[in-house]
């Protein structure tokens, strides 16, 4: 079965720390790409990166960075020097390679405090 | 300027009464998906399309109806609401298999079934 895991459901940190967020997965599929996204509290939801299962190699955006491990089938992301902008629910999500069925994470809530 | 368009974004209905919530896109996306979004529920996967009249069904499809006659709209169709299809729907689309595609969402439609 495929799955996404987002275990914290909540995270507060106080701005300018940083903060991972966990995204576990489980498929049985070889090829399979793996996302997250952003939704601020206005709603709209905002992609964020894309990562095929061929490429383990770890992504830096700026203040954002993501770690692919399929040793531990996580992908988590990374906020560095945490804003009070990056307050939003994330989700992880994923889709095999052999329907293009994309299943999301709950999402984890986070709060950036002032 | 590239963008997923949703109409209506919010809609107060009655059950049974049959509506069309339509999605288009600028970018001649293949790919083109529906999701609802539901507290505690997270993103779910109604239906997507790889292409012109290739339509599937994602995780929740019951109740849903979709066509793809040109690749810019992808309308939902719900024939007969009923008040557990109230929800946050959002309409997506991207092109397919590319490396480091993006993903764009519509704005949403809140939809109140009563």
Request: hydrophobic letters at 30%; a neutral charge; charged letters at 20%.
């Amino acid at each position: 079965a495929q799955k996404v895991t987002q275990a914290q459901t909540e995270i507060s940190v106080v701005e300018k720390e940083d903060v991972t967020l966990d995204c576990v997965y489980e498929t049985r599929d070889t090829t399979y790409y793996l996302f997250w996204y952003k939704q601020p509290p206005s709603g709209e939801l905002v992609f964020l990166i894309r990562r095929n299962s061929f490429d383990e190699q770890n992504e830096i955006s700026g203040r954002y960075s993501w770690n692919f491990q399929k040793s531990t089938s996580s992908f988590n992301f990374t906020i560095t020097a945490s804003q009070v902008v990056d307050s939003a629910v994330y989700f992880c999500a994923l889709i095999m390679n052999r329907d293009d069925k994309i299943i999301f994470g709950k999402g984890t809530r986070l709060h950036i405090l002032p | 300027e590239a963008q997923v368009t949703q109409n209506p974004r919010y809609l107060i209905t009655v059950t049974g009464k049959k509506l069309t919530v339509t999605c288009s896109q600028n970018m001649n996306h293949e790919y083109m998906s529906w999701y609802r979004q539901d507290p505690g529920l997270g993103l779910r996967q109604i239906y997507y399309s790889m292409n012109v009249e290739v339509t599937d069904k994602g995780d929740v499809p019951e109740g849903y109806k979709v066509s793809r006659k040109e690749k810019r709209n992808f309308p939902l169709i719900l024939e007969s609401p009923s008040p557990n299809q109230t929800s946050l729907y959002f309409c997506a689309s991207s092109l397919v298999r590319e490396q480091e595609e993006t993903q764009y969402f519509g704005p949403g439609t809140r939809l109140l079934v009563l």
